[in-house]
């Protein structure tokens, strides 16, 4: 699989909501894909929170604003760390 490549805006986004996520859970692991519906970046979010909204809930908001004031479509999906391992479609 190719690297994704990103503007400068685009990690800096990235990189506040890796870090949003792992100030709560620490060994949180992530994987960023190109997704199509809606187009844009998902970042795949592996947690052992028991409510994978609570993981959502971190940045709810933060992503919300950073769509219409800095126009960067970062879609968050919260799973189970058990997930990790499974390949990619």
């Known amino acids: 699989m190719n690297p994704i490549m990103v503007d400068e805006k ?7 909501v890796q870090t949003r996520i792992q100030a709560v859970y620490p060994d949180a692991g992530f994987r960023l ?8 970046l998902y970042l ?16 709810n908001d933060w992503l919300v604003d950073l769509s219409i004031n ?9 799973l189970p760390k058990a997930q990790a391992m499974t390949p990619y479609p």
């Open 33 to 40: 894909v190109q997704g199509e519906d809606p187009a844009g």
């Open 70 to 78: 800095e126009g960067v479509s970062l879609h968050v999906i919260p």
């Open 44 to 59: 795949d979010v592996y947690t052992d929170a028991e409510d994978s909204f609570c993981v959502f809930d971190l940045v």
């Open 10 to 16: 685009t990690q800096r986004a990235l990189t506040e």
